[in-house]
């Protein structure tokens, strides 16, 4: 009997934390149907409200606002934009803290997020995963002697908090593993390990690219 259940926990689990996922990820996105006249929206039109509708209407608005942006005419009104927002006090500092980091994160030709590294965390002697997120920067820079990295150290099971390290590059060792894999073995507490690869040397293993 015991082992049935548990068969059904390790087959429903899962699924159900995948649909709440999934239902929470559409439920946000079908925000964006508040943006059209109440006339015009779902409840209104047929009479009752179709789940997923926002989410490609927001896709949509990304896709059209990427494309208007790529041309002549789009750049230039982004730029006037950002020219009105960087004079506005408060909205100013949060637009281009926001903006600075994702660019960082999403640009194509950005590093942040796209190495996982193994790092002495919390003392010497354990081990965790982290990611490159870049070079310290501003004064902080003056007050490190040596080549240090920026690093991003998740919490489990939950990746989207965790703590910001400043540590030297040589007690860094880059893996050979993708991002999408160490998040994996993250957020599963260990339990889903990553496919072995053959070892690399040391000094190799221990070098991160610039």
């Not at 507490?189 to 690219?209: C, L, N, Y």
Request: net charge positive; charged share 15%; proline share 6%.
């Amino acid at each position: 009997m015991r082992k049935y259940f548990v068969t059904g926990l390790l087959i429903l689990v899962p699924l159900a934390i995948t649909l709440w996922v999934v239902n929470l990820i559409i439920g946000t996105m079908d925000q964006s149907l508040l943006l059209l006249p109440e006339r015009w929206r779902p409840e209104a039109v047929v009479g009752f409200h179709i789940p997923g509708l926002g989410t490609i209407l927001t896709l949509l608005i990304i896709f059209l606002t990427g494309l208007a942006t790529r041309n002549f005419i789009g750049k230039h009104v982004v730029i006037a934009w950002e020219a009105i927002v960087v004079r506005i006090p408060v909205v100013n500092t949060i637009y281009s803290s926001v903006k600075q980091v994702s660019d960082t994160l999403f640009s194509s030709s950005g590093n942040a997020f796209r190495k996982a590294l193994l790092v002495e965390y919390p003392r010497k002697g354990c081990w965790t995963i982290a990611f490159l997120t870049g070079v310290p920067g501003g004064d902080v820079k003056n007050h490190l002697q040596g080549d240090y990295v920026s690093l991003y150290v998740p919490t489990t099971p939950n990746p989207t908090s965790g703590f910001f390290l400043m540590v030297p590059r040589e007690d860094t060792i880059e893996l050979d593993m993708t991002v999408d894999a160490a998040l994996k073995y993250i957020v599963s507490m260990g339990v889903v390990a990553p496919d072995a690869v053959a070892r690399k040397p040391v000094v190799e293993r221990a070098r991160i690219v610039h």
